[in-house]
Structure formats: C-alpha cells, structure tokens
C-alpha cells in the first residue's frame, strides 16, 4: 500500500511539474557546457586569478570516454541509472529511512539523473526545496535527453579533485592520457573520485584512493560489467597515477592550495565552494608569476 501511495504522488509531482521542468531543461546543455558559479578567486589587486575548480576542463562526447569508465561511474554512483526515470524510488526510501536515524549520516538517494541537475540548477542547499527542484529538473532532463546524453553531460560536469572538471581532465591528470585510453583499473579509480574527490584523491589519500577504488571494481564485478578475473587482476594494481600540471594556467597551484585552505581552516565545504558563486580575494598579486612564466 506504501509503494503505490509513493507512485501516485510522484506521478501528481511529475504532472503538476512538467512546465517547470521543460523551462528548467531548456538551455541545460549550454549551462552545464559553460557553468561558471564555482567561487572565483581574485588577486590583491581585484585582478582575476581564476576558477576554483574548472581551471583545468575539458569536454568530450561519450564515445570518447572509454566504455570501462561508463560503466564504473554507473555501478558506484547510480546501479539503476538505465531503468529508472530520473529518480529512484527505492533509494529515496532507503534514504529516508537512513535520514530518520538519530545521529546518523545525511544521505540523498540521488540518482545520476539528479546530481546532474543538482549541478545545472547552480545550488548547495539541502532543504525540501532544493530536493524538490532535483527532482522535477531530473524528470525534465529524462523527457528531454535519452540515457546516453545524460551520461555524457554528467561526465563532462563532476568534479575530480585538483581543479579537473569532467573525466577528460581529470584522465589527463592522473594517468597522461585521453579517458578513451583509459584501463579498467584507472577508470574506477576515476570513478571513485566522484563521491568525495578530496577525501579519495591518490595524491593526498592515496590508501584512501586504492580502497574506494576496489570498491567500484566489487561494484562492477557484482553487476556483472566485469568478470571475476577482471576484478581479481585491476584491485591488485598499484596507484601508478602521473601529475600532469598544466604549467600554462597562471595562478592554479595557488588556487588549489585557497581551496584547501578554505576547507581546512574556515569550515566551508567542496559543494559550497563549488555551487555557491564565492568572490574570494587574497594578497597574491597574479603580474608576479605572469612576469615569472613569460621569463
């Protein structure tokens, strides 16, 4: 009786919303390819210094994104991402549930479908609203692209830690290759980034990194996307990750060393300082290292 009391209400939420949510998808492509609400980092002279977390972003269509790395991102972050409509009725439950626990960890229950448009609607909150808006939005993004759209603009959308927006950037910066090159092991560590890409990255945690990397792996194993020797084989593997700074960006060690100090030392967190469209000033002045790089 519970369940098709919550199917009839998400079938009046989906009628009563559909306008809103087609407004909201309209543009979503071009919002999600040019997002810009990140807190932006200026210099003791109010001059830009840059982007806290896309200085390093780079967009490319799905079948240029390695089948393994689809596939690891689905199994860890969204299981029933190709049979649902944009929302997961179980996984809500599950959340709510989890969220009546006294003392017990907040947990969302969103889909990949959701977080997408956690990220096209610029928001950090965590209230009923907002929840609301993920919702309706996620419906409207699921009429409006199929599956594989989806994933693509999601892909192209996470943060990985390190100012990398999207797996591209980030498969460049760990590994010195494009995602299409991508090993089975390499992929779930990626993958794995999603979650918390700080707390997993290999650089800082790199035991951290290995763990929640073999987690995907068992996750991927489990749904059947890899054999068992597959898993046995990649969970085995070292780090083996190659920092590939991108020297041309002005600023961007700086601005990697701001956002952890505002994390660290002032409480703010990842998704606030991703989503909330912070103008943060600080005593660097950017004509120095200019100067210094064209030498």
């Known amino acids: 009786m519970k369940t098709k009391t919550a199917i009839i209400f998400f079938l009046l939420l989906f009628g009563l919303t559909m306008a809103y949510t087609i407004i909201l998808t309209k543009d979503i492509d071009d919002t999600l390819k040019n997002i810009s609400m990140s807190s932006i980092v200026y210099d003791r002279h109010g001059q830009l210094i840059g982007n806290l977390f896309d200085h ?40 709510v549930v989890r969220n ?28 009923l609203i907002r929840k609301f808006k993920d919702i309706t939005c996620a419906l409207g993004i699921e009429q409006s692209f199929t599956k594989n759209q989806i994933l693509e603009l999601y892909l192209n959308s996470i943060y990985l830690a390190h100012g990398n927006l999207g797996v591209e950037a980030a498969a460049q910066y760990y590994f010195g290759k494009s995602a299409a090159a991508l090993t089975l092991d390499q992929a779930a560590l990626i993958a794995g980034l999603i979650r918390s890409p700080e707390n997993y990255s290999p650089f800082k ?41 991108n020297t041309s960006i002005v600023g961007a060690y700086f601005l990697d060393y701001v956002k952890e100090s505002l994390i660290a030392e002032h409480g703010f967190s990842e998704e606030e300082l991703r989503l909330g469209g912070f103008r943060i000033y600080t005593t660097l002045d950017i004509t120095a290292p200019k100067a210094a790089q064209e030498t």
Not at 66 to 71: A, F, I, R, T, Y
Not at 108 to 116: A, D, K, N, V
Not at 224 to 240: D, M
């Open 56 to 95: 390093r972003k780079t967009w490319v269509s799905l079948d240029k994104i390695h089948p393994h790395l689809q596939k690891a991102v689905v199994a860890i972050e969204d299981a029933r991402f190709y049979n649902h409509f944009g929302i997961d009725l179980k996984g809500i439950a599950r959340a």
């Open 100 to 127: 009546l626990i006294p003392g017990g960890p907040m947990e969302g229950g969103s889909t990949i479908t959701q977080q997408l448009a956690k990220i096209a609607l610029l928001s950090s909150e965590r209230t």
């Open 205 to 245: 945690h790199p035991d951290l990194a290995v763990a929640r990397r073999n987690l995907v792996l068992k996750k991927m194993y489990e749904q059947g996307y890899i054999t068992a020797i597959e898993y046995k084989k990649a969970s085995v593997k070292p780090l083996n990750v190659t920092k590939r700074e």
